[in-house]
T-cell receptor, first 111, second 113 residues
Framework: SQTIHQWPATLVQPVGSPLSLECTVE??????LYWYRQAAGRGLQLLFY??????ISSEVPQNLSASRPQDRQFILSSKKLLLSDSGFYLC??????????FGSGTRLTVV | AQSVSQHNHHVILSEAASLELGCNYS??????LFWYVQYPGQHLQLLLK??????LVKGIKGFEAEFIKSKFSFNLRKPSVQWSDTAEYFC???????????FGTGTRLQVFP
């Protein structure tokens, strides 16, 4: 079965600082990978997804970017954080069938 | 655009009351449907899913959901809720042929003893 590792679990960053959140997947190969953001009262919003190395689809215009340098690695980045980037970020994976596996998430607070 | 709607944002019930949470999706055709639950301080957990077959799906912890294609709906039900059902519930839809799982905004359920 798939396992997703996300780190860090919590992060407090000042406005204007850069961001890098990492997600790695174990137990599968060539998965689809996803970044979601959960903001209060807004549910889970799909930010990016990737069907393969170097392939990134962006769902919403924003201050963030994503990269997939390796098959089982998915990185969420920002050059300059905004207050509105605060939220709970979840990485998810899907490999074959229709099963999705979610990571434990990163709570980002921009101050 | 594909979207998922959960009209109940916050539901408050007493124990033993019946529960029904609404979920509607915007686009017709074949869909894969999911309900997830997030207990306070915990990860997302799959409650149940529908891919095909019997439109009445039974999940864990006594939950069930009914897929009504004509209404584009996949409502979640439980005949008698417990205090331990207090959590946030998310409906999610995947349209086969796309690689995306789209979530609704979630419903916060509070159950009082």
């Amino acid at each position: 079965s798939q396992t997703i590792h996300q780190w860090p679990a919590t992060l407090v960053q000042p406005v204007g600082s850069p961001l890098s959140l990492e997600c790695t997947v174990e137990g599968t190969s060539n998965p689809n990978l996803y970044w979601y953001r959960q903001a209060a009262g807004r549910g889970l919003q799909l930010l990016f997804y990737s069907v393969g190395i170097g392939q990134i689809s962006s769902e919403v215009p924003q201050n963030l970017s994503a990269s997939r340098p390796q098959d089982r690695q998915f990185i969420l980045s920002s050059k300059k954080l905004l207050l509105s980037d605060s939220g709970f970020y979840l990485c998810a994976s899907r490999q074959g069938g229709y099963g999705y596996t979610f990571g434990s998430g990163t709570r980002l607070t921009v101050v | 655009a594909q979207s998922v709607s959960q009209h109940n944002h916050h539901v408050i019930l007493s124990e033993a009351a019946s529960l029904e949470l609404g979920c509607n999706y915007s686009y017709g055709g074949t869909v894969n449907l999911f309900w997830y639950v997030q207990y306070p301080g915990q990860h997302l957990q799959l409650l149940l899913k529908y891919f095909s077959g019997d439109p009445l799906v039974k999940g864990i912890k006594g939950f069930e959901a009914e897929f009504i294609k004509s209404k584009f709906s996949f409502n979640l039900r439980k005949p008698s809720v417990q205090w331990s059902d207090t959590a946030e519930y998310f409906c999610a839809v995947n349209w086969p042929g796309t690689d995306k799982l789209i979530f609704g905004t979630g419903t916060r359920l509070q159950v009082f003893p």
